[in-house]
Nanobody, 126 residues
Framework: VQLQASGGGLVQAGGSLRLSCAAS????????FGWFRQAPGKEREGVAC????????FYRESVKGRITISRDVAKNTVYLEMNDLKPEDTAVYYC????????????????????WGQGTLVTVSS
Protein backbone atom coordinates (compact mmCIF):
# COMPACT_ATOMS: atom_id res chain seq x y z
CA VAL A 1 0.00 0.00 0.00
CA GLN A 2 1.38 3.36 -0.97
CA LEU A 3 0.09 6.92 -1.02
CA GLN A 4 2.54 9.26 -2.68
CA ALA A 5 1.80 12.95 -2.18
CA SER A 6 3.43 15.57 -4.37
CA GLY A 7 3.00 19.09 -5.65
CA GLY A 8 3.98 21.12 -2.61
CA GLY A 9 6.27 24.09 -2.82
CA LEU A 10 6.78 27.76 -2.09
CA VAL A 11 4.13 30.17 -3.33
CA GLN A 12 3.23 33.77 -2.64
CA ALA A 13 0.02 34.69 -0.88
CA GLY A 14 -2.82 34.70 -3.36
CA GLY A 15 -1.18 32.04 -5.47
CA SER A 16 -2.25 28.52 -6.35
CA LEU A 17 -0.96 24.99 -6.04
CA ARG A 18 -2.31 21.57 -6.95
CA LEU A 19 -1.37 18.66 -4.76
CA SER A 20 -1.55 15.11 -6.05
CA CYS A 21 -1.80 11.83 -4.18
CA ALA A 22 -1.03 8.72 -6.21
CA ALA A 23 -2.42 5.55 -4.66
CA SER A 24 -1.29 1.99 -5.25
CA UNK A 25 -1.54 -1.44 -3.64
CA UNK A 26 -5.23 -1.32 -2.77
CA UNK A 27 -8.61 -0.90 -4.45
CA UNK A 28 -8.66 2.81 -5.15
CA UNK A 29 -12.33 3.12 -6.06
CA UNK A 30 -13.48 1.48 -2.83
CA UNK A 31 -11.91 4.03 -0.51
CA UNK A 32 -12.78 7.56 0.49
CA PHE A 33 -9.86 9.96 0.63
CA GLY A 34 -8.92 12.93 2.71
CA TRP A 35 -6.29 15.62 2.86
CA PHE A 36 -4.91 16.71 6.20
CA ARG A 37 -2.31 19.28 7.16
CA GLN A 38 -0.01 20.03 10.03
CA ALA A 39 1.38 23.49 10.54
CA PRO A 40 4.55 24.06 12.58
CA GLY A 41 3.80 23.71 16.27
CA LYS A 42 0.17 22.75 15.68
CA GLU A 43 -1.84 19.57 15.63
CA ARG A 44 -2.78 17.94 12.38
CA GLU A 45 -6.19 18.97 11.05
CA GLY A 46 -8.49 17.76 8.32
CA VAL A 47 -8.77 19.92 5.23
CA ALA A 48 -11.04 18.13 2.76
CA CYS A 49 -12.40 14.69 1.98
CA UNK A 50 -14.15 12.96 -0.88
CA UNK A 51 -16.33 9.87 -1.02
CA UNK A 52 -15.38 6.76 -2.96
CA UNK A 53 -17.79 7.73 -5.74
CA UNK A 54 -16.51 11.27 -5.87
CA UNK A 55 -20.05 12.59 -5.53
CA UNK A 56 -19.70 13.83 -1.95
CA UNK A 57 -17.12 16.17 -0.52
CA PHE A 58 -16.59 17.94 2.78
CA TYR A 59 -14.31 20.86 3.66
CA ARG A 60 -13.16 22.55 6.80
CA GLU A 61 -14.76 25.96 7.06
CA SER A 62 -11.58 27.99 6.64
CA VAL A 63 -10.83 26.58 3.18
CA LYS A 64 -14.30 26.57 1.65
CA GLY A 65 -14.37 28.37 -1.66
CA ARG A 66 -10.59 28.26 -2.02
CA ILE A 67 -9.78 24.55 -2.05
CA THR A 68 -11.27 21.74 -4.12
CA ILE A 69 -10.73 18.02 -3.69
CA SER A 70 -11.21 15.65 -6.62
CA ARG A 71 -10.29 12.15 -7.70
CA ASP A 72 -9.40 10.45 -10.98
CA VAL A 73 -10.19 6.74 -10.97
CA ALA A 74 -8.30 6.15 -14.21
CA LYS A 75 -5.13 7.51 -12.64
CA ASN A 76 -5.69 6.26 -9.07
CA THR A 77 -4.98 9.79 -7.96
CA VAL A 78 -6.60 12.29 -5.63
CA TYR A 79 -6.04 16.01 -6.07
CA LEU A 80 -6.23 19.09 -3.88
CA GLU A 81 -6.56 22.27 -5.88
CA MET A 82 -5.66 25.24 -3.71
CA ASN A 83 -6.32 28.82 -4.76
CA ASP A 84 -5.97 32.20 -3.06
CA LEU A 85 -3.47 30.69 -0.69
CA LYS A 86 -2.81 32.43 2.61
CA PRO A 87 0.20 32.27 4.94
CA GLU A 88 -1.94 30.33 7.40
CA ASP A 89 -2.20 27.54 4.81
CA THR A 90 1.49 26.84 5.33
CA ALA A 91 1.80 23.24 6.50
CA VAL A 92 2.82 19.74 5.61
CA TYR A 93 -0.10 18.23 3.70
CA TYR A 94 -0.93 14.53 3.97
CA CYS A 95 -3.31 12.37 2.01
CA UNK A 96 -5.08 9.40 3.53
CA UNK A 97 -7.54 6.67 2.56
CA UNK A 98 -10.52 5.46 4.56
CA UNK A 99 -12.64 2.36 4.08
CA UNK A 100 -16.22 3.59 3.86
CA UNK A 101 -18.72 2.69 6.57
CA UNK A 102 -21.77 4.00 4.70
CA UNK A 103 -22.75 5.20 1.26
CA UNK A 104 -21.08 8.48 0.29
CA UNK A 105 -18.87 8.24 3.34
CA UNK A 106 -16.94 11.42 4.08
CA UNK A 107 -15.12 12.31 7.28
CA UNK A 108 -12.27 14.42 8.60
CA UNK A 109 -11.83 12.21 11.65
CA UNK A 110 -8.27 10.92 11.51
CA UNK A 111 -9.01 7.66 13.31
CA UNK A 112 -11.31 6.65 10.43
CA UNK A 113 -8.40 6.57 7.99
CA UNK A 114 -6.59 3.33 7.29
CA UNK A 115 -3.69 4.39 5.10
CA TRP A 116 -1.53 7.50 5.18
CA GLY A 117 1.01 8.91 2.82
CA GLN A 118 4.10 10.93 3.54
CA GLY A 119 3.59 14.66 3.54
CA THR A 120 4.33 17.35 1.05
CA LEU A 121 5.31 20.79 2.29
CA VAL A 122 3.36 23.87 1.26
CA THR A 123 4.85 27.22 2.19
CA VAL A 124 2.91 30.42 1.54
CA SER A 125 4.87 33.62 1.83
CA SER A 126 3.23 36.95 2.66
Amino acid sequence: VQLQASGGGLVQAGGSLRLSCAASGFQFDYYAFGWFRQAPGKEREGVACISNSGDSTFYRESVKGRITISRDVAKNTVYLEMNDLKPEDTAVYYCAAAAPTYTEFVTLLEDQYNYWGQGTLVTVSS
